[in-house]
């Protein structure tokens, strides 16, 4: 199957997944945010907690988080699959791997979900860490994905 492409469609199929990805870092950080809110009314003092329930963070970012798993995913599922169509073959890389292991956890993150809305504070501490091993993997990805972005761009400079 031959599949050339034109150089401006190849250059939306490559820089999809990192304009993508980027975005999802950004809310994924927002979320983070949110938790850390939603932590701290929890913990709060009935004043405080009172004024903090009226911001409904814990929606936000439960809404949130639930936006960013499906981005996660279709971004891996997509990233995988405009690797595979422009090179026919995917590349088991640092990038990879992390990038895998960031969408085990945050599946795991999410399974924990109705456990802490039972009150399960061990569900709470669990999703919390599984969560930090989600941003740490983003951020180990921004690095790699920045080498491939750079690696792209040489690609399409030399071949312009």
Known sequence: MN?????????????????LMLGALLATL?????????????NADAEVRKQMIKEKYNQKH????AILLAVWVI????GMGATYLLYHKLFV???????LSTICFAALAATLVPLMQQGKEWAR??????TMLVVGCFLAQTVTGLQIVQKMIGEMLKTA
Request: positive net charge.
């Open 3 to 19: 599949t050339e492409f034109s150089p401006f469609l190849k250059a939306v199929i490559s820089f999809s997944h990192p304009a």
């Open 30 to 42: 927002y979320a983070l945010y949110l938790g850390v809110l939603v932590r701290r009314t929890r």
């Open 62 to 65: 439960f809404q949130l988080g």
């Open 75 to 78: 971004g891996t599922v997509g």
């Open 93 to 99: 890389s640092p990038h990879l791997i992390i990038g």
């Open 125 to 130: 501490l669990l999703h919390i860490t599984f």
